[in-house]
């Protein structure tokens, strides 16, 4: 009888506790984590108030969210240009494996962006913004539940939004960078709360053509404008002058550098003869920083929300660069190159219940780690095509194996003829550049001794064999990843066609 009894009693008390069951298996183990990604287009490593480089800049977004989480102080992009790098940021593979190689090269049927897995793992999504992959169009992409785009680069005032397929036109006087920031929170309030959320807030700004929110407009009216050293190694007319600059410090090699770097000086992409003489440099510079100020907001609008929501223990916020851009370096403007601060780019993460306040991160990071990582954070097995890697236990402060080298592409575009296609490789203290496909020089420097680049070493006897090894350990990856053969693309129209002449 008292076995009856005892045994009747303990199915008494698991029938009482079967409510509870969901809730006892989830203690000690937190809900998936929510990701919000915002992405701005060319904004350089460096222009973060935070970074101190130019003097009078403010950003307290940025700064807080490196405040107040972490600074990802050497992340690279393997390709500086907006398409390759948007396609290795959603598919995790370089370019030459994904092979949307330019601005007009059509995405292939195959590609698998990283929210499609997520998607599948439960996870609502959502897209706002600046697409440009592949193609020019604004149609809804796969991976996505929400969709809010615009077709190619877009406008910053008044823009066109194609919403979920059906284009919408915008109220008059309104900015791209708020509306997109101001839908992105609207569709986070609105999203279903008991599942996780992943959103991907793609900026226009800073893209060219420059132009700041208005009341933005003049707030760098003011600013000092400081050139860096190497603006001047390609000179040929001393009447030039952009405001002040530094003398170098390290030695300065004027006899290797790039026959095709110092003909771009005067060219749509030389600060001699910028997008065809239609804005002077300190004009340029100033509007870039204007422009920054609403992207910046941007940021500190998304942290803000999630502080009032109460998931910061619970939610990441990521800022990135699709890549980076140049001030004047060399003589150039934009991109595409491989010079520091062309394939550098910006990257911080905020998330207090998974990052340490003030946390400094100095392994390299690229665009192709982004995928995995967030998969990571979502609980999902890094997919085999993917070539980057998570660096989750990085922003927990734990120790991993890591890579000591990137690798960069850049392939030669018919619209913008000046720049070659390049290959380079860089550690932690040296970067070996190929110029290919032309009668010049390649070049390599020492990056903690040079980090202006302006001391080309390749002839430098002392650094042949660090060169050679640098050769050997780039075209060892291209060859282990399949990248020895130019992906080369039919051009998307005739676009470009008065650039020939009359040839065809």
Known sequence: MRKVMKHRAWLLAAVMLLPALPLLAQQGKKAPMNIIFILSDDHRYDAMGFMHTIEGLQTPGMDRMAREGAHLRNAFVSTALCSPSRASILTGQYAHTHTVVDNDSPMPDNLVFFPQYMQKQGYQTAFFGKWHMGNTGDQPQP??????????QGTYYNPVLNIDGKRIKQ?????????????????????????????YLSHKGVHAEFKPAKRHEGKYANIPIVCPPSMYLTVTDSSKSFGTHTAPATPVNYRDIPQWVRRQRYSWHGVDYMYHGTIVFDDFYRRYLETLQA?????????????EQGLEENTM?????????????????DKRHAYEESMRVPLLCWAPGLVKAGTRIPEIIMNIDIAPTFLDLAGIPKPAQMQGQSFTELLRGHQAPWRDKVFYEYYWEAAFPQTPTIFAVRTGKYKYIYNHG??????????????????????????????????????????STRGLLIPLKKPAGTRFDNLYRGTY
């Open 143 to 152: 991976g996505f539940d929400h969709w809010e785009s615009f077709q190619g």
């Open 317 to 333: 916020v990521v800022y990135m660069g699709d890549n980076g851009f140049s001030f004047g370096e060399h003589g150039l403007i």
């Open 438 to 479: 032309l009668w010049d020089i390649n070049e390599l420097y020492d990056m903690e001794k040079d980090p202006y680049e302006m001391n080309n070493l390749i002839r430098n006897k002392a650094y042949e064999q660090t060169g050679k090894e640098l050769r050997s350990a780039l075209f060892n990856w291209l060859d």
């Open 171 to 199: 109220p008059e006087g309104s900015y791209t960078t708020d509306l997109l920031t101001a839908h992105t929170i609207e569709w986070l309030n609105k999203r279903n709360k008991q599942k996780p959320f992943f959103v």
């Open 295 to 307: 992207v910046d907001e941007s940021v500190e609008r998304v942290l803000d929300w999630v502080k």
